[in-house]
């Protein structure tokens, strides 16, 4: 069965897709459910437990606090299975949720789904009124999370 085609790359100005996934935390979540209340960065990474996206989920542990003081959250997603999710969400002691996305619906929604079968790591960041105001594409998980701390 052939896959379907990549969606173009969501740009800034965009409204962001909507879409509902399952948490490593339990339950699902809703990028809708934040519109009106949080602005929200939605960044996607390749895989759990491997060091760049190790790295890039601790370093937006640490911003996490001040991210939310200000009214930002953090929703991060891979194509890992939901069990994975929660056992990466527990290991490295992340308090917003990580999503699973296996078929790389959500992925694709944004246009950062690999025919490898993994997301890129792409950020967006998402305002109250659900639109992109800002993203960064860059293999490096520093960008992403000093992007975020940058957002007035």
């Not at 909507?18 to 339950?27: C, I, M, R, T, V």
């Not at 790295?55 to 069990?83: M, T, W, Y």
Request: hydrophobic share 35%.
């Amino acid at each position: 069965m052939a896959r379907p085609p990549p969606h173009r790359m969501v740009n800034v100005g965009d409204i962001a897709p909507d879409f509902e996934a399952p948490s490593g935390k339990g339950g699902t979540v809703r990028l809708s459910a934040f519109r009106g209340k949080e602005r929200v960065v939605l960044y996607f990474f390749p895989k759990a437990f491997t060091p760049g996206c190790d790295r890039e989920a601790r370093e937006f542990q640490k911003a996490h606090a001040a991210l939310a003081a200000r009214g930002i959250s953090v929703v991060g997603v891979s194509a890992d299975p939901p069990e994975t999710q929660g056992k990466y969400c527990q290991e490295l002691h992340l308090d917003f949720p990580v999503l699973s996305d296996p078929d790389g619906k959500v992925a694709r929604a944004y246009g950062v789904w690999k025919e490898s079968g993994t997301a890129r790591r792409v950020s967006f960041g998402i305002d109250r009124d659900g639109r992109v105001v800002h993203m960064v594409d860059d293999s490096k998980p520093e960008p992403h999370v000093e992007k975020a701390k940058s957002w007035n």
